[in-house]
């Protein structure tokens, strides 16, 4: 049988399958279709892609901010949490965005922002407008140290201190980012009923859920205290890291919030269909999990997907990774449903950090693991960082801190969707210069070529989508010799192999590894026949799935 298809009918579904089982991919809006000619990309860009989504296979869309903004950090600075940006459209566009979504069986998921507001928030205006403004307390408002200066040592991501003062009325406010992004004060419960009123707007339009930005970060230390030093700080890296983020990151008391949070989508949850929270982390794996929220009951009641990015960390080598699948599979609460991120807007781009052999291989890895994929966008045509000139640049991290590598315009350029004027992405001159590849490496190019990152997504997806195995099977570490990380997943009699060379050199696999019988259901290599005559041999980054002839599973039978 055709291992892409498979008897759903066997399977029952649940509200929770299309996050469990599904595929999230991330929209960069500004960056992925203009239909408007004005060189940004727009929701009317996103409707008219829709179907390149679908052909993709992937079941949920995260769209990054497209809320009115300033764009000082280009949407992730809010003046109004329930509206839609000009640049990106109306809210009659937004509604007719999540009809045609959901037509095709797309889920929409919105990006919400709540450590921080844009200084041009009507809420900030007035909290800043004077110190007994009854909105002066939804922000962060300190009076200077005693000799002068900020209140406290801690440091704002994107340069500079965390604090910044406002000469009006004499004190300082907070911001953990740029100085146009004020942070909300979660403590005060007024403001976290407007933001959760703010998450039931956008639920009442029929969105499927939320990516919650910085979450870790929105309760601060009640006393402000200093940050102790960072012992392992190196002189001439991101100053940022001059301090561990002690008491201003993952406190205790943010979890009781990611609950409330919680308990609002689940309001819109229904027996056919859940609302997911997203929460961005970056923490350790051991404080990750925490933020499934496992209470005295054995329940899980925090995020559903606290996004895991260790592999954008990892040291790409098979051992690092063998060790990591296996701590973070060992450290998930009961019940949680784990998850796997290979890129976003802030990171560089898979195919530029592991070289576009080894992206093949880390493709088939993402869409393999036991847990949630979520795909970044180009990343599905392998597309590259691509250098900025200086007076190009964009992103106000290199602009504020420049020179040292940690701008994100690099891996924000307009997607490459045909070999048309500017690749296809608008008519008008594009708000980020293009990738030099455009014009071969693109979507209708690798459309036509059964050897393209494309067609490997394409394939790998709708191998997940059809083989119960890895949409929702079981995960199980497999001991491999050298460069080979290899495991298995299975569901009920299913069981499949995966095989990962991560080494220059070719690798032999051990017969004690495979299937009986074994065929081939993918590999990076499009030229690898299903058969396996003789002994398997992986050439350098190569991957393959495994599966059996005999397997008596529905997807194989
Ligand atoms: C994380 C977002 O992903 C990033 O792009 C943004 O600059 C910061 N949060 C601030 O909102």
């Not at 960390?313 to 990774?321: D, K, L, N, P």
């Not at 392998?382 to 250098?387: F, I």
């Not at 991290?397 to 690099?410: A, I, V």
Request: proline content about 8%; some cysteine; overall charge negative.
């Amino acid at each position: 049988m055709d291992p892409l298809e498979t008897d759903h009918e066997e399977i029952k579904m649940s509200a929770d399958d299309w996050w469990k089982c599904g595929i999230v991919y991330q929209v960069y809006p500004r960056s992925f279709q203009d239909s408007n000619g004005d060189g940004i990309g727009d929701l009317g860009g996103i409707r008219a892609r829709l179907d390149h989504l679908v052909s993709l296979g992937v079941d949920a869309v995260w769209i990054s901010p497209i809320y009115p903004s300033p764009m000082a950090d280009f949407g992730y600075d809010i003046s109004d949490f329930c509206g839609i940006d000009p640049r990106f459209g109306t809210l009659d566009g937004f509604d007719a965005l999540v009809q045609e979504a959901h037509a095709r069986e797309l889920k929409i998921i919105l990006d919400f922002v709540p450590n921080h507001t844009s200084d041009r928030h009507p809420w900030f205006v007035q909290s800043r407008s004077a110190r007994s403004d009854p909105r002066r307390d939804w922000y962060i408002w300190r009076d200077p140290a005693p000799g002068g200066g900020p209140p406290n040592n801690w440091l704002g991501n994107f340069g500079g201190p965390a604090w910044a003062f406002d000469p009006a009325t004499g004190q300082y406010y907070g911001h953990s980012f740029l100085k146009e992004q004020p942070d909300l004060n979660w403590r005060n419960p007024e403001v976290r009923a407007a933001m959760y009123e703010v998450l039931r707007f956008w639920l009442r339009r029929g969105v499927d859920g939320f990516r919650v930005d910085v979450l870790s970060q929105i309760i601060k230390d009640a006393q402000f205290r200093d940050n102790p030093p960072n012992p392992d700080f190196i002189e001439g890296q991101d100053p940022f890291f001059r301090w561990l983020m002690l008491y201003n990151t993952d406190l205790p008391e943010v979890q009781p919030i990611v609950a409330e949070m919680r308990r609002v989508v689940d309001e819109f949850s229904d027996a056919r269909s859940s609302r997911v929270l997203i929460g961005e982390l970056y923490l350790p794996l051991a404080r990750l999990v925490a933020y499934y929220g496992l209470n005295t009951e054995g329940m899980l009641e925090g995020v559903q997907l606290p996004f895991n990015f260790q592999l954008i960390a990892t040291e790409w080598q098979a051992a690092r990774i063998d060790r990591l699948v296996r701590d973070y599979e060992a450290a998930l609460p009961a019940g949680a449903q784990p998850n796997w991120v290979l890129g976003n807007h802030d990171r560089s781009r898979i195919a530029s950090r592991v070289g576009p052999r080894m992206a093949r291989l880390a493709a088939m890895l993402l869409l393999t693991l036991r847990g949630t994929p979520t795909l970044y966008y180009g990343d599905e045509i392998g597309m590259t960082d691509v250098p900025i000139p200086a007076d190009e640049v964009q992103d106000p991290f290199e602009k504020n801190k420049p020179g040292m590598g940690l701008g994100r315009d690099p891996e924000r350029t307009p997607m490459q969707w045909s070999a048309a004027a500017h690749a296809g992405f608008t008519t008008g001159t594009p708000w980020l210069r293009l990738a030099a590849d455009w014009p071969t490496r693109n979507v209708e190019a690798q459309s036509q070529d059964a050897g393209s990152m494309l067609a490997l997504y394409r394939r790998l997806i709708a191998l997940r989508r059809a083989q119960p195995a890895l949409n929702r099977g079981n995960y199980e570490a497999l001991d491999a010799e050298d460069e080979v990380l290899a495991y298995a997943r299975s569901f009920e009699a299913q069981r499949l192999v995966v095989l990962l060379n991560f080494g220059a050199t070719p690798a032999p696999i051990s017969p004690a590894l495979m299937p009986r019988q074994p065929i081939v259901l993918a590999s990076t290599d499009p030229a690898r026949a299903e058969s396996i005559e003789g002994s398997l041999v992986l050439a350098p980054c190569e991957g393959v799935v495994l599966g059996a002839v005999d397997d008596k599973g529905p997807a194989t039978r």
